[in-house]
């Protein structure tokens, strides 16, 4: 059975930074991208960013541009999220997903992504 387990959410003020950890198991991913979204309250799921299968790649919603970046470790079967300057309207739940299709990017939307974590709850305070 396969597994998104995201981790290192939590409440952080203004400008601070979180890391946030996605473990996968059940499969490994090596092959495929796998991304970040988020959900607000009364919001739809936004894509947040993404890495390509080798880590060579790598996409972004403009709202994060220059403050996060996105890796991943293939030998850990893990993906990360390091978000720096955080803001207050960066408050959400944040979800890990992969890709099934090998070697495909995909759209900037959730349509791609076949496998999700739970969520982390990030807060940020002003």
């Known amino acids: 059975q396969v597994q998104l387990v995201e981790s290192g959410g939590g409440l952080v003020q203004a400008g601070g930074s979180l890391r946030l950890t996605c473990a996968a198991s059940g499969r490994t991913f090596s092959s495929n991208t796998m991304g970040w979204f988020r959900q607000a309250p009364g919001k739809e799921r936004e894509f947040v960013a993404a890495i390509s299968w080798r880590g060579g790649s790598s996409y972004y919603a403009d709202s994060v541009k220059g403050r996060f970046t996105i890796s991943r470790d293939n030998a850990k079967n893990t993906v990360y999220l390091q978000m720096n300057s955080l803001k207050p309207e960066d408050t959400a739940v944040y979800y890990c997903?992969?890709?099934?299709?090998?070697?495909?990017?995909?759209?900037?939307?959730?349509?791609?992504?076949?496998?999700w974590g739970q969520g982390t709850q990030v807060t940020v305070s002003s």
């Open positions: 997903a992969a890709q099934k299709r090998p070697y495909y990017i995909g759209t900037y939307s959730t349509e791609p992504y076949d496998y």
